[in-house]
T-cell receptor, first 113, second 112 residues
Framework: NAGVTQTPKFQVLKTGQSMTLQCAQD?????MYWYRQDPGMGLRLIYY???????DKGEVPNGYNVSRLNKREFSLRLESAAPSQTSVYFC????????????FGSGTQLSVL | GQQLNQSPQSMFIQEGEDVSMNCTSS?????WLWYKQEPGEGPVLLIA?????ELTSNGRLTAQFGITRKDSFLNISASIPSDVGIYFC????????????FGKGTHLIIQP
């Protein structure tokens, strides 16, 4: 089925470990996004990529890096995980120029101990 | 950054009741959206609003873009068990692809 696929679904890390969250979309969308969701906080934008080859910081970029590998794939990397990064991470995509019509993946639940 | 104040935080209602929730901002938005999130899933777009005063329906859901452009409202009529979830308002104030600002969500719980 067409959509946004995130892997892994769940992950537990120790403080200081690194990992990469993967995201891929098969709708030929130009723009891709990473959000984090914390209890009572809504969704906050970490990084986005308006088009292939570009990335920009969102509201909460500290501690993260991203790579827009190609038009389909947008990865989020935690270089040295911290407990404050325990969260649910959502990847989303949209056609260029209609960023409000975000299509979300089903999320990655990350716990940092 | 921009903030959206969404209320109420949670609602406990009986099946069949109507539901109202709202979202306000200190700054003007040119797009308002309402999303629903079910457990273990990402948010799904319900309604998008693009003009001040606009009133748009999607089945039993109706949303309005406030005249001041600083607020939006979502109503659900005759609630049913599958309406359970978290409803988020979201908005954006500019053009481009810089994503959305989300409210903190309204958790809707329906008692049988």
């Amino acid at each position: 089925n067409a959509g946004v696929t995130q892997t892994p679904k769940f992950q537990v890390l120790k403080t200081g470990q690194s990992m990469t969250l993967q995201c891929a979309q098969d709708m030929n969308h130009n723009s891709m996004y990473w959000y984090r969701q914390d209890p009572g906080m809504g969704l906050r934008l970490i990084y986005y990529s308006a088009s292939e080859g570009t990335t920009d910081k969102g509201e909460v970029p500290n501690g993260y890096n991203v790579s827009r590998l190609n038009k389909r794939e947008f990865s989020l990397r935690l270089e040295s995980a911290a407990p404050s990064q325990t969260s649910v991470y959502f990847c989303a995509s949209s056609r260029q120029g209609v960023s409000e019509k975000l299509l979300f993946g089903s999320g990655t639940q990350l716990s940092v101990l | 950054g921009q903030q959206l104040n969404q209320s109420p935080q949670s609602m406990f209602i009986q099946e069949g009741e109507d539901v109202s929730m709202n979202c306000t901002s200190s700054s003007i938005f040119n797009t308002w959206l309402w999303y629903k999130q079910e457990p273990g899933e990402g948010p799904v777009l319900l309604i998008a609003l693009y003009k001040a005063g606009e009133l748009t329906s999607n089945g039993r859901l109706t949303a309005q873009f406030g005249i001041t452009r600083k607020d939006s409202f979502l109503n659900i009529s005759a609630s049913i068990p599958s309406d359970v979830g978290i409803y988020f308002c979201a908005g954006r104030s500019g053009g481009g692809a810089d994503g959305l600002t989300f409210g903190k969500g309204t958790h809707l719980i329906i008692q049988p």
